[in-house]
């Protein structure tokens, strides 16, 4: 298992035996090795490895992924900018992202509805597509086809005139580096669970997102990369209230007017 999970992974790095050797601190050959089966990685090795890849240890040791079917397993970050020969691409944080999915008996992918009283196990199962299958599961047909989709409930009134319990839809964003500044997102990070914020990307100048809210009472605030686990691009919401429009007093002036000449008309017919 370990010797398919690494092969696998280092390809989805675009990485060398050598490269990968020198990311893990060991000789090329003892990469090799593991790869054939000849020899198992030390615990310490098997640790920076799951980091490596952004998984855990115990997915990279009972979770076979060249066969795991409805789980994509994705990079962020392109390669740097430069004159000389590019370095193969890195992922945001230096990780490796596994994107679990369900599908409906017609093979097209489910959008899976995260509850806020399920947010917190969300954090524990988001890539594990058998805690996604107990999730509530639907479609829009409106949304692009291209994409792989999911909606949360939000919680709170950072976001006004988004109210608290609205249900966001977005789209997975596997390079987090095109996310223009000012976008709305759901951020799923370690440290604050979800939240539904603008994203100010800083990746290259301070590896780590600055996340507004649209309600002036709240502060920005700074979440590292290495914190976060998905963000997702906000493309559609589902809510129950309905916002109410705010009348100036020449609104309300032009409105009673408009009932005054009304009026006026009635009783002249």
């Not at 020969?85 to 230096?94: F, H, L, N, S």
């Not at 509805?113 to 594990?128: E, T």
């Not at 906000?234 to 000449?261: C, G, M, N």
């Amino acid at each position: 298992m370990i010797n398919t999970n690494l092969k696998f992974c280092r390809r989805e790095l675009a990485l060398t035996q050598a490269q990968m050797a020198d990311k893990l601190g060991i000789k090329r050959s003892l990469v090799g090795a593991y790869e054939e089966g000849r020899a198992e990685p030390r615990l310490a090795t098997l640790v920076n490895m799951a980091r490596l890849f952004g998984i855990t240890l115990d997915q990279l040791v009972t979770t076979d992924f060249s066969k795991k079917k409805n789980t994509k397993i994705i990079g962020s970050l392109p390669a740097p900018e430069s004159d000389d020969q590019p370095e193969p691409p890195t992922p945001a944080g230096g990780k490796l992202r596994v994107l679990a999915f369900t599908v409906d008996q017609d093979q097209n992918e489910n959008i899976e509805l995260v509850p806020q009283k399920a947010a917190a196990g969300y954090l524990n199962g988001y890539a594990d597509r058998e805690y996604l299958e107990v999730l509530p599961k639907f479609r829009l047909p409106m949304l692009s086809q291209t994409g792989t989709y999911r909606a949360f409930e939000i919680a709170g009134d950072s976001m006004l005139p988004i109210a608290s319990g609205t249900v966001i839809v977005g789209r997975y964003v596997e390079d987090w580096s095109t996310i223009k500044d000012g976008t709305p997102c759901i951020v799923v990070s370690s440290r604050d669970g979800i939240v539904f914020k603008r994203v100010f990307n800083k990746l290259r100048s301070g590896a780590m997102f600055v996340l507004h809210s649209d309600n002036p009472n709240f502060s920005p605030y700074d979440v590292k990369v290495d914190d976060v686990l998905e963000i997702w691009e906000a493309k559609s919401y589902i809510s129950s209230t309905f916002p109410i429009a705010e009348l100036s007093l020449e609104r309300v002036a032009s409105l009673v007017l408009d009932l005054q000449q009304q009026v006026a008309l009635l009783r002249k017919a």
